[in-house]
T-cell receptor
Framework: AQRVTQPEKLLSVFKGAPVELKCNYS??????LFWYVQYSRQRLQLLLR??SRESIKGFTADLNKGETSFHLKKPFAQEEDSAMYYC???????????FGAGTRLAVHP | NAGVTQTPKFRILKIGQSMTLQCTQD?????MYWYRQDPGMGLKLIYY???????DKGEVPNGYNVSRSTTEDFPLRLELAAPSQTSVYFC???????????FGPGTRLTVT
């Protein structure tokens, strides 16, 4: 079955600390993975996708097919990074997304 | 551009009532989607459309219907509301395969 797992509901760190939000997936095929973010009182929006291999707002994510993971990392967290983060897998064509349950990142001063 | 707009923002329905959730996008996107999000869970796909006149079921279509008569609009219909349909509903659109999905602000629906 196709599935996305985000094992942490809440990740709480201090400003300047490294951050890693975990995402594991189950998919029989070549996966296309995304991180979406929802800041307080804003809409869900794309943060980054694995095919672009870019860094957005200091965040990076590497697809590890051997471990079926797509963890999101940032070396130095900022307070403005506090948000809800969702890992998503594009499944079966037509850009249909399967979402994980999300991880709330709280960055404290 | 307004992007993806959804109405209403909030709604309370009684069991057995019907309603339509409206979704409009002004980006001329071909693909549109309806998701629901239950508390503590990820978004789940209800229905999607790849163009006017073309719709298909997602993961959780039971109890819902959709239509796509224009590129801009993709309404979601609940015919006989049930408490299990209490959720936050998100509409999204994208230009095509592998493109970013743009989300609406969501509609919070409670069925009592």
């Amino acid at each position: 079955a196709q599935r996305v797992t985000q094992p942490e509901k809440l990740l709480s760190v201090f400003k300047g600390a490294p951050v890693e939000l975990k995402c594991n997936y189950s998919y029989s095929g070549s996966p296309e993975l995304f991180w979406y973010v929802q800041y307080s009182r804003q809409r869900l929006q794309l943060l980054l996708r694995h095919i672009s291999r870019e860094s957005i707002k200091g965040f990076t994510a590497d697809l590890n097919k051997g471990e079926t993971s797509f963890h999101l990392k940032k070396p130095f967290a900022q307070e403005e990074d506090s948000a809800m983060y969702y890992c998503a897998l594009s499944s079966g064509g037509y850009n249909k997304l399967i979402f994980g349950a999300g991880t709330r990142l709280a960055v404290h001063p | 551009n307004a992007g993806v707009t959804q109405t209403p923002k909030f709604r309370i329905l009684k069991i057995g009532q019907s309603m339509t959730l409206q979704c409009t996008q002004d980006m001329n996107h071909n693909y549109m989607y309806w998701y629901r999000q239950d508390p503590g869970m990820g978004l789940k796909l209800i229905y999607y459309s790849v163009g006017a006149g073309i719709t298909d079921k997602g993961e959780v279509p039971n109890g819902y219907n959709v239509s796509r008569s224009t590129t801009e609009d993709f309404p979601l219909r609940l015919e006989l509301a049930a408490p299990s349909q209490t959720s936050v509903y998100f509409c999204a659109s994208s230009y095509s395969q592998s493109y970013e999905q743009y989300f609406g602000p969501g509609t919070r629906l409670t069925v009592t």
